[in-house]
T-cell receptor, first 116, second 115 residues
Framework: AQKITQTQPGMFVQEKEAVTLDCTYD???????LFWYKQPSSGEMIFLIY??????QNATEGRYSLNFQKARKSANLVISASQLGDSAMYFC?????????????FGTGTRLKVLA | GAGVSQSPSNKVTEKGKDVELRCDPI?????LYWYRQSLGQGLEFLIY????????KSGLPSDRFSAERTGGSVSTLTIQRTQQEDSAVYLC?????????????FGEGSRLTVL
């Protein structure tokens, strides 16, 4: 069955420090995609980073990197040099075809607060 | 416009009334998704369109919920006989499919409040 789990409801990090947001997943589809989205208090959903199941290297986008451990079925987001503007809700998502169609499912989110 | 457009942005209705929420996806995006987000919660999948057909309606909570898509573009989510538990933000997203990363592009949502 498709499943995405984010076990950290809330996280704090000091400005300029790095932070890791956890995400584990489960799927029987060998071909899947993993995504991270940021949702500020304004409510918009902002795409951050993508990792394909067959990608050999961890994805990176600026200060964001995805620590992909396929055997452990984890896809943690690492934010380096945190900024005050990083305070937001972060969602991990997975796309696969377990249900027969390309469905994207989301975790419950982690609320990150960056402290000055 | 360049992004996914949703209307209305806010809707307040009385219990028992019907509501229609509209989504205009990015031009050329064949895949369209509806999600529901209750206050402080994650995103709950409702329905997926590929073109005008809906291969996956498994997330619709009850038969009071329906959706259609016409011309491979605009989609309407209809909630009949609204209940207070329907209060949420309804998010629409579109995608090019599996081109590149295939990420979802989201609209700003329609906030529904049922009194």
């Amino acid at each position: 069955a498709q499943k995405i789990t984010q076990t950290q409801p809330g996280m704090f990090v000091q400005e300029k420090e790095a932070v890791t947001l956890d995400c584990t997943y489960d799927t029987s589809d060998p071909s899947y995609g993993l995504f991270w989205y940021k949702q500020p208090s304004s409510g918009e959903m902002i795409f951050l980073i993508y990792q394909g199941s067959y990608d050999q290297q961890n994805a990176t986008e600026g200060r964001y990197s995805l620590n992909f451990q396929k055997a452990r079925k984890s896809a943690n987001l690492v934010i380096s040099a945190s900024q005050l503007g990083d305070s937001a809700m972060y969602f991990c998502a997975m796309r696969d075809r377990t249900s027969g169609t390309y469905k994207y499912i989301f975790g419950t989110g982690t609320r990150l607060k960056v402290l000055a | 416009g360049a992004g996914v457009s949703q209307s209305p942005s806010n809707k307040v209705t009385e219990k028992g009334k019907d509501v229609e929420l509209r989504c205009d996806p990015i031009s050329g995006h064949t895949a369209l998704y509806w999600y529901r987000q209750s206050l402080g919660q994650g995103l709950e999948f409702l329905i997926y369109f590929q073109g005008n057909s809906a291969p996956d309606k498994s997330g619709l909570p009850s038969d009071r919920f329906s959706a259609e898509r016409t011309g491979g573009s605009v989609s309407t989510l209809t909630i009949q006989r609204t209940q207070q538990e329907d209060s949420a933000v309804y998010l629409c997203a579109s995608s090019l499919g599996l081109s590149n990363t295939g990420e979802l592009f989201f609209g700003e949502g329609s906030r529904l409040t049922v009194l």
